[in-house]
T-cell receptor
Framework: ETGVTQTPRHLVMGMTNKKSLKCEQHLGHNAMYWYKQSAKKPLELMFVYNFKEQTENNSVPSRFSPECPNSSHLFLHLHTLQPEDSALYLC??????????????FGPGTRLTVL | DAKTTQPPSMDCAEGRAANLPCNHSTISGNEYVYWYRQIHSQGPQYIIHGLKNNETNEMASLIITEDRKSSTLILPHATLRDTAVYYCIVRGTASKLTFGTGTRLQVTL
């Protein structure tokens, strides 16, 4: 238990569906992250939020839409996805983004399958 | 951030020390060495980090060479639950974690 929870843990969706992934952290952190991990590939950073403001978008397609209503919650809204978007989506949080101590705590991930 | 090089896989007998090497020959003075691990289909787990001194915590020890161009993560008594992919990452204070392909450690009976 890392203090970062993600729901749902598994999601199957069609290409025309709209769904959302949710992440919540109970650590009092100010920064939150979305990562994507495709099969046999390294983790790829997608988005970074610091104090609810998006500070990084790593050239992610617009069919992925993040939302950070407060420092404890992070959403990833999905629409018109492609089968190649099937992956493990990981959320993480850290005290901040700009310090010598920036240990990131990861959630268990959402395993997404796009049919 | 400096690039790291790790062996793709290693084996270790249960109860023995697992020594995982990492080369980061282009590391700069203000960059830290971080280690994470990822057990199959779970989120990565922070293990330890250091700047230039050796570090130890309840999970592992981190040995950084004097020239800081390489480091070794030591799991003193490996168990089957330590089977995972181990990532060595170098980052500055204001930059992101960039995960590579890591070392797949297999702990065997």
């Amino acid at each position: 238990e890392t203090g970062v929870t993600q729901t749902p843990r598994h999601l199957v969706m069609g290409m025309t569906n709209k769904k959302s992934l949710k992440c919540e952290q109970h650590l009092g952190h100010n920064a939150m992250y979305w990562y994507k991990q495709s099969a046999k590939k390294p983790l790829e950073l997608m988005f970074v939020y610091n104090f609810k403001e998006q500070t990084e978008n790593n050239s992610v397609p617009s069919r992925f839409s993040p939302e950070c209503p407060n420092s404890s919650h992070l959403f990833l809204h999905l629409h018109t996805l492609q089968p190649e978007d099937s992956a493990l989506y990981l959320c993480a949080s850290s005290p901040g983004t700009d310090s010598s101590y920036n240990e990131q705590f990861f959630g268990p991930g959402t395993r997404l399958t796009v049919l | 951030d400096a690039k790291t090089t790790q062996p793709p896989s290693m084996d270790c007998a249960e109860g023995r020390a697992a020594n995982l090497p990492c080369n980061h020959s282009t590391i700069s003075g203000n960059e830290y060495v971080y280690w994470y691990r990822q057990i199959h289909s779970q989120g990565p787990q922070y293990i330890i980090h250091g700047l230039k001194n050796n570090e130890t915590n309840e999970m592992a020890s981190l040995i950084i060479t004097e020239d800081r161009k390489s480091s070794t993560l030591i799991l003193p008594h490996a168990t089957l639950r330590d089977t995972a992919v181990y990532y060595c990452i170098v980052r500055g204070t204001a930059s992101k974690l960039t995960f590579g392909t890591g070392t797949r450690l297999q702990v065997t009976l």
